[in-house]
């Protein structure tokens, strides 16, 4: 039983596809309905569980609903993906405030409620429960022009650490994956020089991402947690 924000398209969707096709029933959640009722059709008819449930990421009473709506179509809550997120380039001293605000709400603040939200009911089940959060390189190295998207992702990283510390006697487990550029969204222009910064020589997948959130969700990752997985093909090692 999983959740998903941010389903309808990437990563995203990607992961909600994977987790299906390993037996998870899992509920999508986006801002954009039509995306994300079109990933609950395609895991439907693949023979797989889920419903759509739209939310705000970046509201606490979306994402209550969003963790009630769960419970009551599938009995409990085993895995949250905290994974919405944008992203508005600016440098500091041109960077709006509204903007700033808009992007520390979508990645950081909704990062926060789902990791409150899940931690609430994983405790009013009696069991434990795996949080994984989408972080980034970029919650740990800098490139001009990420402001608010580096700041956010950077707060990611120890929001990961202490719900991971918080609440490890409990087994409930907060990790990060912390992905590099992925295909999807990279236009054709800057896609050869982004693949340039990656020692592969190559931008990431979304399902290499999607395979790395399945193991930190899974019980093999059982002494793992408040901790970082880099999906980044050595973009950080360099
Ligand atoms: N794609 C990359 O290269 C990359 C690299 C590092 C980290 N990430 C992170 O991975 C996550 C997903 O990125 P992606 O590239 O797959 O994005 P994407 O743009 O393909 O998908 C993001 C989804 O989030 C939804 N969304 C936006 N605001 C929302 C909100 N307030 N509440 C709920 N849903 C909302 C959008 O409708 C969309 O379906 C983000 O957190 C991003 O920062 C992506």
């Known amino acids: 039983m999983a959740i998903i924000t941010g389903a309808g398209s990437g990563i995203g969707k990607e992961t909600a596809l994977l987790f299906a096709r390993e037996g998870a029933k899992v509920t999508i959640s986006d801002i954009n309905q039509e995306t994300g009722n079109k990933v609950v059709g395609e895991i439907k008819g693949n023979g797989g569980e889920a419903i759509f449930v739209k939310a705000d990421a970046a509201s606490e009473t979306d994402v209550q609903n969003l963790v009630n709506e769960t419970v009551s179509a599938f009995g409990k809550l085993d895995v949250f993906f905290a994974n919405a997120g944008i992203n508005i380039e600016a440098d500091v001293d041109q960077l709006e405030l509204e903007k700033w605000q808009k992007?520390?709400?979508?990645?950081?603040?909704?990062?926060?409620?789902?990791?409150?939200?899940?931690?609430?009911?994983?405790?009013?089940?009696?069991?434990?429960?795996?949080?994984?959060?989408?972080?980034?390189?970029?919650?740990?190295?800098?490139?001009?022009?990420?402001?608010?998207?580096?700041?956010?992702?950077?707060?990611?990283?120890?929001?990961?650490?202490?719900?991971?510390?918080?609440?490890?006697?409990?087994?409930?487990?907060?990790?990060?994956?912390?992905?590099?550029?992925?295909?999807?969204?990279?236009?054709?222009?800057?896609?050869?020089?982004?693949?340039?910064?990656?020692?592969?020589?190559?931008?990431?997948?979304?399902?290499?991402?999607?395979?790395?959130?399945?193991?930190?969700?899974?019980?093999?990752?059982?002494?793992?947690?408040?901790?970082?997985?880099k999906v980044d093909g050595v973009y950080t090692a360099v």
Request: hydrophobic content about 40%; charged content about 15%; overall charge positive.
């Open 103 to 229: 992007v520390i709400d979508v990645n950081l603040t909704s990062t926060f409620l789902c990791n409150k939200c899940a931690v609430q009911q994983f405790k009013k089940q009696g069991t434990g429960g795996a949080i994984v959060n989408n972080g980034s390189i970029h919650s740990f190295v800098a490139r001009k022009g990420l402001t608010a998207y580096a700041s956010s992702k950077g707060g990611v990283k120890m929001l990961t650490q202490m719900v991971g510390t918080t609440y490890a006697k409990e087994k409930i487990w907060s990790n990060m994956v912390c992905p590099a550029y992925t295909n999807q969204t990279i236009s054709s222009e800057i896609r050869g020089q982004l693949a340039d910064l990656h020692p592969f020589g190559r931008l990431g997948e979304p399902i290499e991402v999607a395979d790395a959130v399945l193991f930190m969700a899974s019980d093999d990752a059982s002494f793992i947690t408040g901790t970082s997985l």
